[in-house]
């Protein structure tokens, strides 16, 4: 299995652009969430989702988007680019609950210019 | 509102050392509790975690302690070696706050001085 993957792993931004990072998980879990991680802070929860067509706002929501057409794949959207969004993401699966064991990706480098 | 956190942003230690790592939380109807380990550059390794109904739990050289009556949990790291080098983070399930997601406090910098 390859776990949790994410695309890309570095991406610079202008402000006001817009894209899409994505995550893909091959452990047929169902939960599966969004953290964002700036310096020396701890993650913070963005979105997750409890199964496919299920979605739901985390901690700090503004600014995101995402969906869950299958299993598989969580895409994370930013519609309009921010400076305030320069940070490191990370997607994470579990097997059904936040509370089973999260699987975390390798994260992506986003800088907002 | 609710949060988890760290009592000290870094920690130096002697390779061959115990090392013991502190969290504190602030909701009393929190029921579980995770450590991860995070290397440079790479996302956040699961290494153990711990329900209220426990007190104590031990895995391979780690240990995690859960006080409620402080709201505390501790991580400790048997003959500290110069791989266990990371940023260690305590996060929990925190009711409450309308998000099902783990609460992260901002971790604790380990260094493993030879």
């Known amino acids: 299995n390859a776990g949790v993957t994410q695309t890309p792993k570095f991406q610079v931004l202008k402000t006001g652009q817009s894209m899409t990072l994505q995550c893909a998980q091959d452990m047929n879990h169902e939960y599966m969430s969004w953290y964002r991680q700036d310096p020396g802070m701890g993650l913070r929860l963005i979105h997750y989702?409890?199964?496919?067509?299920?979605?739901d706002q985390g901690e700090v929501p503004n600014g995101y988007n995402v969906s869950r057409s299958t299993t598989e794949d969580f895409p994370l959207r930013l519609l309009s680019a921010a400076p305030s969004q320069t940070s490191v993401y990370f997607c994470a699966s579990s097997y059904s609950v936040a509370s089973d064991t999260q699987y975390f990706g390798p994260g992506t480098r986003l800088t907002v210019l | 509102g609710e949060s988890v956190g760290l009592h000290l942003p870094t920690l130096s230690v002697q390779e061959g050392d115990n090392s013991i790592i502190n969290c504190a939380y602030s909701n009393s109807a929190s029921d579980y509790f995770i450590w991860y380990k995070q290397e440079s550059g790479k996302g956040p390794q699961f290494i153990i975690d711990i329900r209220s109904n426990m007190d104590k739990r031990q895995g391979q050289r780690v240990t995690v302690l859960l006080n409620k009556t402080v709201k505390h949990l501790s991580l400790q790291i048997a003959a500290t070696q110069p791989g266990d080098s990371a940023v260690y983070f305590c996060a929990g399930i925190l009711s409450g706050g309308g998000a099902d997601g783990l609460t992260f406090g901002k971790g604790t910098h380990l260094i493993i001085q030879p």
């Open positions: 989702s409890v199964g496919a067509g299920i979605t």
